[in-house]
């Protein structure tokens, strides 16, 4: 009797010892599932933020986007169209400000769209013929927007500052003549960004596929720094210290005429007398 009971004894103890190891086994595994679970919610919510942040970003940028898109389009396409059905409207000024308003909607049409996109992306997808025709066009549109409010200033500090001697040649044929030097000339200086634009592939660690930037590929750095100090002269210096000299002549000429207007008729005789 006291061999089966001793027998039954240790039979009872081995089961309540692989009771207890399998329920510390069920209770470890339980752990390490629970904890894998939590580490994973904790790096997709993580993840899931930056997305949400990432998105609400991308979402802000296309609305302005779009907002600047819409403005330039509808607000030069009225300037358009509203001059060119209006024969009585096709002053010197005006044919100007048209050339003006078609070189800002190209820009808005070629720059806004192709910028976001890329922006969004952070890869150039319209291919090598798109990358060499983009920047060209939006080079060339800025090129003519600038040049063309020079021709404004000095259409219009020869109208106020030397009007009869700008009569004979302040005419429309003359203003299309000069519309059509600055489409040429633009369209000429800004070759070297069409012919040597190129696309180049873009490290993205842990992505199999491949982005592409669109840049320009000089021969050297001399020749690259070179053209970008002649478009800042030729974009942004010159064009600036022209139209200020010009709208400094005209503010002068316009300040003298008022202030001859407002002496009453003794002091214009006696100025008069005086000269």
């Given at each position: 009797?006291?061999?089966?009971?001793?027998?039954?004894?240790?039979?009872?103890?081995?089961?309540?010892?692989?009771?207890?190891?399998?329920?510390?086994?069920?209770?470890e595994?339980?752990?390490?599932?629970?904890?894998?679970?939590?580490?994973?919610?904790?790096?997709?919510?993580?993840h899931?933020?930056?997305?949400?942040?990432?998105?609400?970003?991308?979402?802000?940028?296309?609305?302005?986007?779009?907002?600047?898109?819409?403005?330039?389009?509808?607000?030069?396409?009225?300037?358009?169209?509203?001059?060119?059905?209006?024969?009585?409207?096709?002053?010197?000024?005006?044919?100007?400000?048209?050339?003006?308003?078609?070189s800002?909607?190209?820009?808005?049409?070629?720059?806004?769209?192709?910028?976001?996109?890329?922006?969004?992306?952070?890869?150039?997808i319209?291919?090598?013929?798109?990358?060499?025709?983009?920047?060209y066009?939006?080079?060339?549109t800025?090129?003519?927007?600038?040049?063309?409010?020079?021709?404004?200033?000095?259409?219009?500090f020869?109208?106020?500052?030397?009007?009869?001697?700008?009569?004979?040649?302040?005419?429309?044929?003359?203003?299309?003549?000069?519309?059509?030097?600055?489409?040429?000339?633009?369209?000429?200086?800004?070759?070297?960004?069409?012919?040597?634009?190129?696309?180049?592939?873009?490290?993205?660690?842990?992505?199999?596929?491949?982005?592409?930037?669109?840049?320009?590929?000089?021969?050297?750095?001399?020749?690259?720094?070179?053209?970008?100090?002649?478009?800042?002269?030729?974009?942004?210096?010159?064009?600036?210290?022209?139209?200020?000299?010009?709208?400094?002549?005209?503010?002068?000429?316009?300040?003298?005429?008022?202030?001859?207007?407002?002496?009453n008729?003794?002091?214009?005789?006696?100025?008069?007398?005086?000269?």
């Amino acid at each position: 009797m006291e061999l089966f009971e001793v027998s039954d004894t240790l039979e009872y103890s081995v089961i309540l010892m692989n009771t207890s190891l399998s329920q510390t086994e069920t209770l470890e595994h339980v752990n390490e599932s629970l904890s894998l679970e939590d580490i994973n919610n904790i790096s997709n919510s993580s993840h899931l933020t930056t997305q949400i942040s990432l998105s609400t970003a991308d979402m802000t940028k296309m609305v302005f986007y779009l907002l600047i898109f819409i403005l330039a389009v509808l607000g030069n396409a009225l300037v358009i169209v509203t001059l060119a059905q209006n024969k009585m409207m096709r002053t010197v000024t005006n044919v100007f400000l048209m050339n003006l308003a078609i070189s800002d909607l190209l820009l808005g049409v070629f720059c806004m769209p192709f910028t976001l996109v890329g922006s969004l992306l952070r890869n150039f997808i319209f291919g090598d013929v798109m990358c060499r025709l983009i920047p060209y066009l939006q080079a060339v549109t800025v090129s003519v927007s600038v040049w063309t409010l020079v021709s404004i200033s000095l259409e219009r500090f020869f109208a106020i500052c030397r009007p009869f001697r700008s009569r004979q040649w302040q005419t429309i044929s003359h203003s299309y003549k000069v519309i059509m030097c600055i489409w040429m000339i633009s369209l000429l200086t800004m070759l070297p960004i069409a012919l040597l634009s190129r696309l180049f592939p873009t490290r993205t660690p842990g992505k199999c596929k491949k982005k592409y930037k669109c840049r320009e590929k000089w021969p050297n750095m001399t020749s690259e720094r070179a053209f970008n100090l002649y478009l800042d002269a030729f974009l942004l210096v010159v064009p600036l210290v022209a139209m200020s000299l010009t709208y400094t002549c005209i503010i002068n000429t316009l300040y003298r005429g008022v202030k001859f207007g407002e002496l009453n008729p003794g002091e214009l005789r006696s100025r008069y007398a005086s000269q």
